[in-house]
């Protein structure tokens, strides 16, 4: 691999306070990370949050994405529903709109979408959903990158549709070795160790399977993962950049 293919994203989940309620720590994240993905209303957010963290996204310089989930705040998106793919359109093309008028009267642009939790699980696996999710990314913005589970049919139904894509890993998960996450009902699930994360990310990103990398904002060591993991890659000589500059936007981002 050039030294010019060595780029990378590292990305985060953000914006999943509402109301009252506060969730992660989301501005020291974003002093982080590359790209963030922002909840839309539905798992977690608020219209409130939506604002503040796109105008803080566009301060720091970090690319904005859409993080459209299952309406479950009380299961914050991580239980599996019986959807339709047309349900599954309807509420991305809803959320990611939501999110797009916060982004266009902020001044800003949009970048990407990824989907959340349970609806994220589900369209890599299901053909008919990740189609559904991609459609509607399409007729939104057909500049909009989808974000997916690396190898899954999310990142096919995208390609299909005509969309830059961006193969996804993930930090703080373990996986099976069919390449799909381990289910986090099981034990093990998620990744404690800091040094085994990062070995984790450099070994998927030289085997280049990784566009970007998540790290999840809700967990107890998120700022601590991704300051490990951020550092990790660049002394392995990657070039942290939002996912949109693989895909040759003027979208630029922090070495």
Known sequence: MSKADKRIDLNCDTGESFGVYRS?????LLDIVTSANIACGYHAGDPATMRR???????????IGAHPGLPDMA???RREMAISPQEAYDMTVYQVGALYGFVRAEGAVMRHVKPHGA???????????AEAIAEAVRRVD???????LA??????AGIRAGLPTAEEVFADRRYRPDGTLVP??????MIADEAEAVR???RLAAEGRAQTVCVHGDGPHALQFAALVRQGLQDAGWLLAPVTAHNGSEAGGRS
């Open 200 to 202: 984790q990310v450099l």
């Open 184 to 189: 986090r009902r099981e034990p093990g699930a």
């Open 24 to 28: 992660g720590e989301d501005e020291r």
């Open 75 to 77: 299961g914050f998106g």
């Open 53 to 63: 963290m796109v105008g803080l996204c566009a301060e720091r310089g970090v690319a």
């Open 119 to 129: 609806l994220y699980n589900m369209a890599a696996a299901d053909a008919a959903l």
């Open 142 to 148: 057909a500049a909009l990158v989808l974000v997916g």
């Open 151 to 156: 190898g899954s049919e999310l990142i096919r």
